[in-house]
């Protein structure tokens, strides 16, 4: 049976929606109040009995803390953090999910006018149908590294975004996916296609 939030026809915008991300992405609270116990449970996590180095721990949770407050004041509204390894090598991805901030998409505006906008400025955009969410938005960008603030790394950032228009509403969804493994960036992109596509509204 198919969603009714699929139809160009529904009436009311969805409550909710839900995400399937991978096991081992750690899920770091955005709430002001929680923030400091969510980033101490990942630090402890990852930091298991390495307590020779209490100074890159430090410096990972203060990190972690600069990341979660911009994501928060960026409108976000969850932001997931990788764990997962490849033998000994991190493979290091991020999800933020938030709303835009005021102003930043127009009112009333469809993804066939915010698309032919986006490509205006020369952004690698694309037309794309979520299984379960409906027709979106799909950004493609690739950054130059900037070590200050990806821990000494100097690998060009991959960074797919998904603008997700809500049914019966003029609001909109926004998965920013992130990783700087430039030399995995093809199977990461692979991977956070297939984690949008979970998305559903509730």
Known sequence: MSEPWLSEDAQDPPNDY???????WFKLSLDPD????????????QFRGMDNVPHLKDRVMRE?????KDAYQAGGIELYLSTLTIGSLPLSSSLLVSLPVPGAMPPGADVHTVVATMRQSGADVAL????????????????????SVQLGSTLP??????YIPVPASDEW????FSTPLDPLAKQMTELFDAV???LHWT
């Open 18 to 24: 839900n995400l399937i991300v991978p096991d081992g």
């Open 34 to 45: 929680e923030r400091d116990r969510s980033i101490a449970a990942l630090a402890q996590q």
């Open 64 to 68: 972690l803390q600069k990341t979660a």
């Open 128 to 147: 794309v149908t979520l299984a379960a969410a409906g027709r979106s938005i799909r950004e493609l960008r690739t950054d130059v590294a900037d070590p």
């Open 157 to 162: 950032t991959t960074t797919v975004k998904y």
């Open 173 to 176: 969804l926004i998965l920013s």
């Open 196 to 198: 949008a596509g979970t």
